[in-house]
């Protein structure tokens, strides 16, 4: 089951960090704050923008081999759960997402000659019918950087421990013989959507953040939730938050199907193909760690709202605790 998909990234996106006393990866962030670049917007305000090879879902859904063609509408409905999955409701921790994703059909999407190549024109991320030379399921998605500091989605300005992401071009395999499942390309779509918002794959070795990994006990140790421990303020910093080295192989292990493992896509019995919601506690606890929200959904039937200040009141607790 974990050989029908694969997929790579030609850059690792989760740069190593190099001020002394930071323990975690800076990584590479779209800006919260308004940035332009040659006059076109390339930052989260307004929602990061995206356009499709082609201008528009039919002329995009044609590039590519079906086992059965989809129609139009459920092709559109593929492709924006694939964006859905990242702006969701983390279930466990009852974070929001602090960015969107708004669709630009009409601008026409900029890339260069081959898979896996990129340029700063088009949308924020152009999504491209590109033929890898081989015929598996797979997406390389490429990134250009700013080498700047951001302005964190929690209002931290000038924040050094991070890069702005300047542009993405991301790539879907269309040689004739990669035949897609909808299941699949959506799959394939929501990891390289990983990849565009600053996720590393977590299968290349290197560095993997973590709050209690344990080669010993992998499944419980690499499934539970650590969102609500990365600090908004300070995400490289955050307390109880480590930078871990994991074999590849850990990520074979039965229970551990990770959306961000690029061989097989976290696809398993706990994260089947059909999941419309693939991210697991790992993955979203990396687009808090990108992107961190100060706004948490209360539980069903609970009055209480998590504002800023509680938020920071909590975290001091924590460090106390610690
Ligand atoms: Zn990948």
């Known amino acids: 089951m974990h050989a029908i998909l694969r997929t790579s990234a030609a850059f690792l996106l989760i740069g190593t960090n190099a001020s002394a006393g930071v323990t975690l990866p800076a990584g ?4 919260a704050e308004s940035r332009t670049f040659n006059g076109e917007d390339r930052s989260l ?9 082609g201008g528009s879902y039919a002329a995009f859904r044609d590039q590519f081999s079906w086992i059965s063609t989809p129609s139009v509408g459920d092709f ?8 859905a999955a990242w702006t969701t409701v983390d279930p466990t921790s009852g974070l929001a997402s602090a960015f969107s994703f708004t669709p630009s ?24 019918a590109s ?28 924040y050094t421990q991070s890069a702005a992401i300047q542009a993405v ?19 394939v779509l929501t990891h390289e959507l990983g990849h565009a918002i600053g996720l590393g794959d977590v299968d290349q070795g290197g560095q993997f953040i973590d709050d209690n990994y344990d080669s010993s006990s992998p499944v419980s140790t690499l499934n539970n939730s650590w969102a609500g421990l990365v600090d908004p303020l300070d995400p490289a910093n955050s307390i109880g938050l480590n930078n871990y080295s994991i074999s590849p192989s850990i990520f074979a292990t039965t229970g551990i199907d990770l959306l961000m493992e690029s061989n097989g896509l976290g696809v398993g019995a706990s994260n089947p193909l059909s999941n ?3 991210l697991t506690n790992d993955e979203y606890g990396m687009r808090q760690y990108l992107y961190p929200s100060l706004v948490a959904v209360p539980e069903p039937g609970s009055s209480v709202i998590l504002g800023l200040t509680l938020l920071l009141g909590n975290l001091r607790m924590r460090r106390k605790r610690t």
Do not use: C, K, M
């Open 105 to 128: 059909l009409s601008t026409s999407v900029v890339t260069g000659p081959s898979f896996g190549t990129v340029r700063f024109e088009g949308a924020e991320i152009d999504i491209v």
């Open 276 to 278: 419309l919601f693939p």
């Open 131 to 158: 033929d890898a030379g081989t015929n598996g399921l797979l997406g390389l998605t490429t990134v250009l950087g700013f080498g700047v500091p951001v302005t964190l989605t929690s209002g931290v300005a000038n």
């Open 169 to 187: 071009d991301l790539h879907i395999n269309n040689n004739p013989g990669a035949v897609y499942s909808l299941n699949a390309f959506r799959r």
């Open 28 to 31: 590479q962030r779209w800006d």
């Open 76 to 83: 559109q409905s593929a492709v924006e759960s694939a964006f």
């Open 45 to 53: 305000v307004g929602g990061i923008s995206f356009s499709v090879e």
